[in-house]
């Protein structure tokens, strides 16, 4: 877009088209898009319809049971962020933006359903921030949240209950903690390559020009009119999400759904790219302590403490040899490992004996929190009694003889005398040869053999 110096246009020209229905609820969509699109540069379109759907979102709070944050976050000065909270405070409902407010200001103002746009979020939630603060915006996401303080005369004080539900959209450089990021949609915003021209924004030439009445009177109608079906919509949810990215994408979903066209497409890419493109917020620390550690046991079965203290301080790109200043210690690792149920013993290994950590402690914390790296990490920790179709995931893919199979046979056989045969029995056997099989080979001698056990034996 070419940089103008005149006073901006909010795209009101568009109203007269005779193609296009500008103040539909999807017209005045597609009219935030653009609104935002001229004055701020974003990475993609997901971004643009994130920030337009939760816009208007703002006017319709009470319509949902939760509120998404909206986290907008750089790496650097100069990326937009300041630029996006001033197009907010343009458009949402009833903004208030604030680098500094007071938290008796946030405790009164939220049950009016105010919008809250609050810049440099890495001053309240850095190292020595504001833990009142903290606590107000950790609790205003679920309808029904309330914060209590004690008020009144000093003669009768009394407990005051305060509702912290509203629409708040935070602002800063670096990542929110992991339990408020959760909670919110990602908005990562990068430095505008020069060569890409916008509208310059001067506000007080946009606050005077009629058009951004126009848009923000038509957004407030829009909301009006299709409140109710958007409070009693249910969108189809996106699979790719886990739970809570599905729960606090639905208000916006609904809105999608209830505008119809390409929007509700539209919304699900937007979720799902913001979300599982690289746009969410980094991994917790828990998490990511154990996709480290993941790596660096590699196939030991047990490893001494500081031999694993060692190794993952010895990771290039990882925190863990400087983690403020210092490196991580065997009550950090046991600190945050023991929510996971994971807990050091006494091991021996060659001839040392010392506290330890055994692989298999954390299979259960790998197969929840970790994507699987191939198949054998997704199945070798499978218990007995395993179905005759799951074999093949753990069977390497190398080639076999039709001598390989029958070999198998013969021990499968032997089986055939114990009291109580057992598939894990069965499967023993077949893994006799199962290193020098392929896949269906096992499957077909295993499956053949087990057609000819005694009606008790069941897989």
């Not at 790219?273 to 969410?280: I, Q």
């Not at 046979?409 to 040869?433: G, K, Q, R, Y």
Request: net charge negative; hydrophobic share 40%; charged share 25%.
């Amino acid at each position: 877009m070419s940089e103008r110096e005149d006073v901006p246009d909010t795209g009101a020209e568009d109203a007269n088209s005779p193609t296009q229905d500008t103040t539909s609820l999807a017209g005045v969509l597609d009219r935030i898009v653009g609104f935002v699109a001229r004055f701020l540069w974003t990475q993609s379109d997901h971004q643009l319809n994130a920030i337009a759907l939760w816009i208007l979102h703002t006017h319709l709070v009470d319509e949902f049971d939760v509120t998404p944050y909206l986290e907008i976050s750089a790496p650097e000065k100069r990326c937009g962020k300041t630029r996006l909270l001033e197009l907010l405070d343009l458009l949402c409902y009833d903004p208030v933006l604030s680098i500094n407010m007071s938290v008796a200001a946030m405790f009164r103002l939220a049950p009016q359903r105010r919008t809250f746009l609050i810049d440099e979020f890495d001053a309240i939630f850095g190292r020595g921030g504001d833990e009142d603060k903290r606590a107000f915006i950790n609790s205003g996401y679920r309808k029904g949240a309330q914060a209590v303080r004690v008020g009144g005369p000093p003669r009768d004080l009394k407990p005051e209950f305060f509702d912290t539900y509203c629409a708040k959209a935070l602002a800063g450089i670096g990542n929110l903690p992991d339990t408020v990021a959760d909670r919110a949609i990602p908005i990562r915003l990068q430095r505008k390559p020069t060569s890409i021209r916008l509208d310059r924004f001067r506000l007080r030439a946009v606050k005077a020009d009629p058009a951004l009445d126009q848009l923000k009177g038509d957004i407030a109608e829009v909301a009006e009119a299709h409140q109710a079906s958007i409070g009693f919509c249910y969108p189809t949810l996106p699979d790719e999400l886990h739970d809570r990215a599905q729960e606090i994408w639905e208000p916006l979903l609904a809105i999608a759904t209830v505008a119809g066209g390409p929007w509700p497409a539209e919304a699900h890419a937007a979720a799902v790219a913001l979300h599982t493109g690289g746009d969410e917020a980094d991994s917790s620390t828990g998490v990511e302590l154990l996709a480290d550690i993941r790596d660096v046991f590699g196939d030991d079965p047990k490893l001494h403490t500081r031999t694993l203290l060692d190794r993952l301080c010895g990771l290039d790109e990882a925190p863990w040899g400087d983690w403020y200043g210092k490196a991580i210690t065997a009550r950090f690792l046991a600190t945050r490992l023991k929510p996971y149920q994971i807990h050091s013993k006494d091991l021996r290994i060659d001839v040392s004996v010392l506290k330890g950590y055994e692989r298999g402690a954390f299979t259960d914390a790998f197969d929840r929190y970790l994507p699987a790296t191939s198949a054998t990490d997704a199945t070798s920790e499978a218990p007995q009694g395993i179905p005759a179709d799951s074999v093949s995931a753990t069977v390497p893919q190398q080639s076999a003889t039709p001598a390989d199979v029958a070999d198998v046979l013969p021990i499968v056989a032997a089986t055939e005398n114990a009291e109580t045969p057992t598939p894990a029995t069965h499967v023993a056997a077949v893994a006799d040869v199962a290193a020098r099989a392929t896949q269906q080979d096992v499957i077909d001698a295993f499956n053949a053999e087990v057609a000819t056990q005694p009606s008790g034996f069941s897989t």
